[in-house]
C-alpha cells in the first residue's frame, strides 16, 4: 500500500519536475520573441528543491518565494495559464499584470508572493508563523531564499525570532553556489551554510539539493517538527542553475562560472537523476513517460496559448489594487 | 630582578586599570546627580557596573586604534582616553563639548583618539567599524578596530553582516559585546536563541570567547588576544564580556522589568570592588593609597565640571553650522520669517 | 576641446578610472563589480586596472554603505554601488541615521567623503521593486547632497566632482539611458554641485527638470517650436544643492513653469520647487506651477500599465497645452 503511495507521489513529482523545466525553457523562448519584458530569473537546475520541498506541504500550508520562484509556484500547484499570463503582462495573470515574473502571488494556494528584494521574504515568513501560533492552527511556513539572502541581516533576524518563539517556519536555502556572480566561498567564511544553525539553536542540514527523494524526506522531517510546535529548521539544499541569473546574463552565466564546474553540475541533473532512478525501480516505462511529456507539453502550450490570448490590461487599471 | 620587574610592570598597570574605572563610576555617578538637578537636558544611559568592560577592553588599545561606541558609552570614551572636561560639556550642552552641544550624551566622538563616535541606534557601530577595518587594510597600517555593542544588538541584522564581512576579509576587527543581560526592558534570555552570545562566533569561523565581564583582569587578557589576532592579520574575534547594569536602561527607568532583589545580588559582583579587594590582598592597594585615587579623581571631575557649567551655550544660529563641509547659501533652507 | 561620442556608462567609467589614478585613497564597493564591471558595465575595465580596489561584497546593504562610512571617517573615499536605487530601503538607517547625520551631530569633528551611486527609474518592466525613484527621500534629508544627471557630458563631470567632494552623495542614473551617447570632452573638466544647465533655451516656458524627463522634454520642445511656442529646458543635474538662481533666472524670462520628474508627483521634488517660486517669484507668474510626475502608485509590471503610470513626452505635452489654454490633441 505504501509503495503504491509513493510510486503515485513519485511520478506526480516526476510531472512536476519536467512542467518546471517545460516551463521555464518556453518563458525563454517568450522572452527572446520579445513577448516577455522586463526579465526573467530560470529556475532551471533547482528543480528538485522546489518538488521536493512543496511535496511535503498542504494547500493551506503558507510559502515566500524569491525572484527566481517559477518552479516553487508550479510545486506549490500554480495555475500554469494564470502564471504565463502573469509574466506576459496580461490582465488574467496572477497579478492582472502588475506583478511579472518577479511578484506572483495566489493567497488561495498558500503562495504569499515572490520577493524582488533578497532576504525579503523572510521576515514575511516570521510573521505568517507568528499568525499561525496566534490562531491555533497546524499550518507551517515555507520560506525559499537563496544563498545570497543568507548574508542579509534579515536571515538573522528572522531566524532568531522564529527560533526564541518556536514558529513553524521551515528556512530552505536554495544554495545554487552563486549570488549573480558572486560565489558562495567567497561570500561566506564557513564551509556549510546550515552551521549557521547553531548561531540561533536550531537544527541545520546541508543536502544534495538535486536529489528530489533526499529534499522530500528532510523537508517532511522539518514539516512534522514544525506542525508539533517543536519550532523551525534550516534546510541547506545544494543545487545549480543552469542559466545565467537571468535572461540578460552575458555568456549565460559563464562569465563568472568555468566549464568544468557547468559540465559536473550537468552530469547531476535532478531530472536526469529522478529519471533514471525511476526506470530502475520499474516506477516509469517508456509508455507512461511518453504520457507525461504529453500532458506536460499540452499544458505549457495551453497556458501559453491562453496567455497570448488575453487581453492586456486597461491602462487605467494601473491605479486600482492601491487601497483596500 | 626579572620577576621583581615583571611584578613592577604589573602594579603600574593594575593601578591604572583602578584608577580608570574609579573615573568612569564617579563620572557615571556624578553624572547622574546632575542629571537629576536638571543640569543636564534630554536622557543619559549610565554604565555604573560595567567598568571592567571598557576598561579591560581599551587599556590593550593604542591612540590611533578606532572604537565605535553606544549610547551607554561614557565608561567607552574615558576609557579610551577622552577629556572629561570636553565631555561634560557635551552633556550640559555647552560650545566647549566634544560636538558643540550639537551630540550630547549619546553621541559623543573624538577622531583625534580614535573614537569613531558613538550611536543612538542599536547596531549602529558595527556598519561603520567594518567600514574603518576595511580602511585599515586598504590602507596597509596596523591599526585595529573594536566595535562595543550590547546583546541587544546582538540579534541585529548589521550584526550579522557584519560579522560575516569581517570574517570573510579577515578585518582587524574585535567585537566586543557587553552582555549586561538586559536591552531596554527586554531580558536576553526571552530575546536571544543561544545560551552565549560568543556561541555566533561560529556562525562565521571566527572564534568566540565569553568571560567574566567584572574581572578586569580576564577582559584584559582575552581582548589582548584578540587585539593581537587582528593586528597580525588573522582576522576578527567575537568577545563576549558578562556583566550586569546596575543603574536602568536610562536615568527614570521605573525598572519594572527586574527585582529589587536581583540587583543587589548582582550588586555584590561589583567590577570595582571585587579589583579593590584584589589589589588589597595582593598589597598593591591600601586604605590610604585608595582614598588618595578617590580624592584625586573627584577633584578633578569637580574641575571638570566647574569648567562645563562655566561654559556658554553655543549661539543658536551654531544649529546651521557643521552640516556639510562645503556649506554655503544655497545649502541653507531659506526661510522668509 | 576634443569632443568624442561616449555612452553615459563609458562617461562614467571615464570619470572612475581618472579619479582613482589621481587618488589612491579611492575605492568602489557593492555587489557584482567584478565579474561584469558592475550590472549595467559601469565599471567595466577597473577591477583589472586598479586591482584591490573594486571590492565584491556578499548580499549585505546596511554594511556595504556602513564600509563605506567607516573607510570615509578614517581617511578614504569610498564610491559604494548599491545596485538598483529600490535597494537604499534596505540601508535606509545607514544613510538617513548614520551618513547624513555623523558630521553634524558630532560638531563638525568628522567629513564624509562618500558617494553612494544607484541606477534609477522605471519603464523597463522591471516592476515594483527595480523601478523607483526616490530621489525625494534624500532631498528631505539634511545632510545628504543628491545629484542626477543625464548627458553623458554632465555624468563624467559630476562623478568627477562628486568623488572629490568631502560631503556624502547620493548619485543616480536613470537605467534606461545607459547607453544613450553624448559628446564629451577629451581635455580634463568637472562640474561644480549646484549648478543647472540650460539644454534648450526659450522664452515661452519653462521646464524644470532633470533626468531622463530631460530628454522627453528636450523632444517636446522642438515639436512646441513648430505651434510657436519657445519652450526652456532647465535640467536641474544637481538636485540638491538647488540652483535657484539659475531657477529664478529662467521664470523671469518665461513667466510660466512646468516641473517634470519621473517620481510619482506627490511629495516629489517639484513640489518644494513649485512652493518656493510661488513664495519668492509670485509677481513673475502668468499662470500657475504645473507639475508633472507618476501616478502614486507602485511602478506595475506590465508594459500598458507602466506606460499609464509613468509619465512621458505626452503627459509633458498634455500639460503644455493646459497650461497655454489650448486644445487638447486626442492623439
Not at chain 2, 248 to 276: A, C, L, N
Not at chain 3, 48 to 72: K, M, Y
Not at chain 3, 247 to 273: D, M, P, Y
Request: glycine fraction near 10%; charged fraction near 25%.
Amino acid at each position: 500500500m505504501t509503495e503504491l503511495i509513493d510510486q503515485t507521489l513519485y511520478l506526480k513529482m516526476y510531472e512536476q519536475m519536467l512542467t518546471i523545466r517545460s516551463f521555464e525553457e518556453k518563458a525563454i523562448e517568450l522572452f527572446e520573441h520579445n513577448l516577455i519584458r522586463g526579465n526573467i530569473h530560470p529556475c532551471i537546475g533547482q528543480e528538485a528543491v522546489s518538488v521536493g520541498v512543496c511535496s511535503a506541504l498542504r494547500k493551506e500550508d503558507y510559502m515566500l518565494n524569491t525572484h527566481r520562484g517559477h518552479g516553487n509556484c508550479i510545486a506549490k500547484g500554480a495555475d500554469l495559464k494564470r502564471m504565463m499570463a502573469e509574466l506576459l503582462g496580461r490582465s488574467t495573470g496572477y497579478c492582472k499584470g502588475k506583478g511579472g515574473s518577479m511578484h506572483i502571488a495566489d493567497f488561495e494556494g498558500g503562495n504569499l508572493g515572490a520577493n524582488g528584494i533578497v532576504g525579503g521574504g523572510l521576515p514575511i515568513a516570521v510573521g505568517a508563523g507568528i499568525s499561525i501560533q496566534n490562531r491555533g492552527t497546524d499550518q507551517v511556513v515555507a520560506c525559499f531564499f537563496g544563498d545570497g539572502a543568507v548574508n542579509q541581516g534579515t536571515f538573522h533576524e528572522s531566524l532568531n525570532l522564529a527560533a526564541i518563539w518556536k514558529l513553524p517556519v521551515i528556512f530552505i536555502c536554495e544554495n545554487n553556489q552563486y549570488a549573480l556572480s558572486t560565489p558562495i566561498r567567497e561570500a561566506i567564511s564557513i564551509s556549510k551554510i546550515s552551521d549557521r544553525a547553531l548561531a540561533y539553536g536550531i537544527p541545520g542540514v546541508t543536502l544534495d539539493g538535486n536529489d528530489v527523494r533526499a529534499v522530500y524526506t528532510q523537508m517532511k522531517g522539518a514539516v512534522e517538527r514544525a506542525r508539533s510546535g517543536k519550532g523551525p529548521t534550516l534546510l541547506d539544499c545544494l543545487t545549480y542553475r543552469f542559466y545565467g541569473h537571468f535572461t540578460g546574463d552575458p555568456g549565460r552565466g559563464m562569465t563568472y562560472r568555468s566549464k568544468e564546474e557547468m559540465e559536473e553540475w550537468w552530469g547531476r541533473c535532478p531530472i536526469k537523476r529522478f529519471r533514471e532512478s525511476l526506470f530502475r525501480e520499474g516506477i516509469l516505462s517508456e509508455g507512461k513517460e511518453k504520457e507525461i511529456q504529453i500532458r506536460v507539453k499540452t499544458s505549457i502550450e495551453e497556458a501559453v496559448r491562453f496567455a497570448l490570448e488575453s487581453p492586456f490590461p486597461d491602462p487605467e487599471e494601473a491605479i486600482q489594487d492601491l487601497f483596500y | 630582578m626579572k620577576g621583581e620587574g615583571f611584578m613592577e610592570e604589573d602594579t603600574k598597570t593594575w593601578l591604572e586599570l583602578y584608577r580608570l574605572m574609579v573615573k568612569i563610576r564617579r563620572f557615571e555617578t556624578l553624572t547622574g546627580e546632575l542629571f537629576a538637578s536638571g543640569k543636564i537636558p534630554g536622557f543619559i544611559h549610565l554604565s555604573i557596573g560595567q567598568e571592567a568592560s571598557s576598561v579591560g577592553v581599551c587599556s590593550v588599545l593604542r591612540k590611533d586604534d578606532y572604537i565605535t561606541t553606544t549610547h551607554r558609552g561614557h565608561g567607552h570614551v574615558i576609557a579610551k582616553g577622552g577629556d572629561v572636561k570636553r565631555m561634560f560639556a557635551e552633556l550640559m550642552g555647552r560650545e566647549t563639548g566634544y560636538c558643540k552641544g550639537k551630540g550630547g550624551s549619546m553621541h559623543i566622538a573624538d577622531f583625534s583618539i580614535g573614537i569613531l563616535g558613538a550611536n543612538g541606534v542599536v547596531a549602529g557601530g558595527f556598519p561603520i567599524i567594518v567600514g574603518a577595518g576595511l580602511s585599515i587594510k586598504l590602507r596597509g597600517t596596523d591599526q585595529v578596530a573594536v566595535c562595543f555593542f550590547g546583546d541587544g544588538a546582538s540579534n541585529r541584522g548589521p550584526f550579522h553582516e557584519a560579522l560575516n564581512m569581517a570574517s570573510i576579509w579577515k578585518l582587524p576587527i574585535v567585537f566586543v559585546c557587553e552582555n549586561n543581560q538586559f536591552a531596554s526592558t527586554t531580558s536576553v534570555h526571552y530575546s536571544t536563541s543561544v545560551k552565549s552570545i560568543a556561541i555566533r562566533g561560529e556562525a562565521y569561523g571566527i572564534p568566540g570567547r565569553s568571560v567574566d565581564g567584572n574581572n578586569v583582569l580576564d577582559v584584559r587578557e582575552a581582548a589582548l588576544e584578540a587585539v593581537e589576532r587582528a593586528r597580525k592579520g588573522e582576522g576578527p574575534t567575537l568577545l563576549e564580556n558578562r556583566t550586569y547594569r546596575l543603574r536602568g536602561h536610562f536615568e527614570g527607568d521605573p525598572q519594572r522589568y527586574r527585582t529589587k532583589e536581583e540587583v543587589e545580588k548582582f550588586s555584590e559582583k561589583d567590577p570595582i570592588r571585587q579589583f579593590q579587594t584584589f589589589l588589597k590582598n595582593q598589597k598593591i592597594l591600601d586604605e590610604k593609597i585608595d582614598q588618595e585615587i578617590w580624592n584625586e579623581i573627584d577633584q578633578e571631575l569637580q574641575e571638570a565640571i566647574r569648567f562645563a557649567e562655566e561654559s556658554p551655550f553655543p549661539q543658536p544660529q551654531e544649529a546651521l553650522k557643521d552640516l556639510y563641509v562645503e556649506e554655503g547659501e544655497s545649502l541653507i533652507e531659506r526661510r522668509l520669517v | 576641446m576634443n569632443f568624442r561620442e561616449l555612452t553615459n556608462t563609458e562617461a562614467m567609467v571615464e570619470a572612475l578610472k581618472e579619479e582613482m589614478t589621481r587618488d589612491p585613497s579611492i575605492f568602489i564597493i557593492g555587489e557584482d563589480l567584478v565579474a561584469h564591471g558592475g550590472i549595467f558595465g559601469q565599471f567595466i575595465g577597473l577591477p583589472e586596472a586598479f586591482p584591490g580596489r573594486v571590492i565584491d561584497t556578499p548580499i549585505s546593504e546596511t554594511c556595504i554603505v556602513g564600509a563605506g562610512l567607516g573607510a570615509a571617517l578614517t581617511g578614504m573615499r569610498p564610491f559604494v554601488d548599491l545596485h538598483f536605487a529600490d535597494f537604499t530601503t534596505c540601508a535606509m538607517d545607514e544613510i538617513v541615521n548614520q551618513v547624513a547625520k555623523i558630521r553634524y551631530m558630532f560638531g563638525g569633528q568628522a567629513k564624509i567623503p562618500i558617494v553612494i551611486w544607484a541606477p534609477d527609474g522605471a519603464g523597463l518592466s522591471a516592476a515594483a521593486h527595480h523601478s523607483q525613484s526616490l530621489e525625494a527621500w534624500f532631498i528631505h534629508t539634511p545632510g545628504l547632497k543628491v545629484v542626477s544627471p543625464c548627458f553623458p557630458y554632465d555624468v563624467k563631470g559630476l562623478i568627477k566632482t562628486s568623488i572629490r567632494s568631502d560631503d556624502p552623495i547620493i548619485f543616480f542614473m536613470h537605467k534606461k539611458i545607459f547607453s544613450r551617447k553624448g559628446p564629451v570632452p577629451e581635455e580634463e573638466y568637472v562640474i561644480p554641485l549646484g549648478k543647472a544647465d540650460i539644454k534648450h533655451p526659450g522664452t515661452d516656458v519653462t521646464i524644470i527638470t532633470y533626468s531622463i524627463m530631460v530628454l522627453h522634454a528636450l523632444e517636446v520642445a522642438k515639436e512646441m517650436e513648430k505651434e510657436g511656442i519657445r519652450v526652456e529646458v532647465l535640467d536641474l543635474r544637481t538636485l540638491w544643492p538647488m540652483d535657484w538662481e539659475k531657477i529664478a533666472e529662467s521664470v523671469t524670462k518665461t513667466h510660466r513653469v512646468i516641473i517634470a520628474h519621473e517620481a510619482c508627483l506627490t511629495c516629489g521634488f517639484g513640489a518644494e520647487i513649485s512652493a518656493r517660486i510661488q513664495e519668492e517669484l509670485f509677481d513673475e507668474l502668468d499662470a500657475p506651477i504645473f507639475r508633472v510626475g507618476a501616478y502614486r502608485v507602485p511602478i506595475p509590471f506590465s508594459p500598458p500599465l507602466e506606460r499609464f503610470v509613468i509619465p512621458g513626452k505626452e503627459s509633458l505635452k498634455k500639460t503644455l497645452y493646459n497650461l497655454f489654454g489650448k486644445e487638447i490633441d486626442s492623439k
